[in-house]
């Protein structure tokens, strides 16, 4: 039986996570749940998931703009075996105490703090110890990454310790009209920033420090690395451990891959929803090794990476897939990664 998940919050991630979870064949969605009642939740009528007001206000406005509404939010997740929370950063972190009343399990996105369900998730890294939980939160687009390629070398006995540099987009490409950054770059006051805690909070026994700095673009993100092997090593060899991984893509500056929006270019002509990168984009000319250093860049969909990560979360609390291989494989062949 496929297994019903209530979406709460249907933005950016969470219409991505709706259509995601539609492909799949082991579970499917029970609705949609938002404050919104203008163009966004529109078009998830227009795809025909069931819609729900978040709010008693939010559900006056939805009715006035004509949005049909299947009930509350209640009502929702009285039809669903598992919620997945899209809502903007701290809100959900709010309605995590309505989550446990009504005794569903639930996963968060990564604005979220570890502390707020005690787990973070990562596919490739840890999916077994989320099997059969009440809830996860699956760690941001940044340190997904993160955790994607040193989890790689990691695991080919290469990784000593590493050391890494993130330009930041200023804000999502929708929401650039509203705000963001322009004609500066703004570092992250704290080194180590954030990320580096994050990606140790998947897995404590990585050496990491990152240092973040918001720039002014929306596209994605792009990390430079410096990593101390374990032993001298070749270019060969490290790139094979990165193909261990079949959500890390080896793209070449060689072939005009030069930019994030040339690689954007790339998968909206691959035909990819909203042009999206599910994987790790890594420059496999860039890419050096000088004895045991190892110096590489890889650019980061903001908007995307996340996707197949939630939808491996949900097989991994719901149980209905015991093997991280297997789930990824499925959630991979579905979303068209290669």
């Known amino acids: ?44 009528v227009k795809k025909g998931y069931p819609v729900y007001a978040a709010t008693e206000d939010a559900s006056g406005y939805m009715q006035k703009a004509g949005i049909p509404l299947a009930g509350n939010m209640a009502d929702l997740l009285g039809v669903a075996h598992l919620v997945v929370d899209c809502t903007p950063k701290k809100i959900a972190a709010q309605n995590v105490k309505i989550y446990k009343e009504q005794g569903i399990k639930f996963i968060l996105q990564g604005g979220e703090k570890h502390e707020t369900t005690g787990h973070s998730f990562s596919a490739e890294n840890n999916y077994a110890s989320a099997l059969n939980r009440d809830s996860t939160r699956v760690v941001s687009c940044n340190t997904t990454s993160i955790l994607r390629t040193l989890t790689a070398l990691k695991k080919a006995g290469l990784l000593q310790s590493a050391r890494g540099t993130l330009l930041r987009r200023a804000t999502d490409p929708w929401e650039s009209h509203l705000g963001g950054i322009m004609n500066t770059l703004v570092p992250e006051k704290d080194i180590p920033s954030h990320q580096g805690p994050d990606a ?51 793209i070449n500056y060689s072939d005009g891959l030069v930019s994030n929006n040339t690689i954007k270019e790339k998968y909206l002509d691959m035909g990819r929803p909203w ?37 491996d979360a949900i097989r991994a609390l719901t149980g209905i897939e015991k093997s991280a291989v297997s789930s990824i494989k499925k959630t991979n062949e579905s979303l068209g990664i290669i």
């Open 1 to 44: 039986m496929k297994k019903k998940i209530a979406l709460i919050g249907y933005g950016v991630i969470g219409k991505r996570v709706a259509d995601a979870i539609a492909l799949q064949d082991d579970m499917e969605i029970a609705g949609v749940c938002d404050v919104i009642s203008d163009w966004r939740i529109q078009a998830a």
């Open 200 to 250: 140790q909070s998947v897995d404590s026994e990585l050496d990491v420090v990152t240092m973040a700095v918001k720039v002014p673009q929306t596209l994605s993100h792009l990390h430079y690395w410096n990593v101390r092997l374990t032993r001298k090593a070749d270019k060969k060899e490290v790139i094979e451990a990165f193909q261990t991984s079949t959500r890390i893509t080896m």
């Open 275 to 311: 042009g999206d990168m599910y994987e790790v984009a890594l420059w496999q000319d860039m890419l050096k090794v000088e004895g045991d250093e190892l110096y590489y860049a890889y650019v980061v969909d903001n908007q995307a990476i996340v996707i197949p990560e939630t939808i």
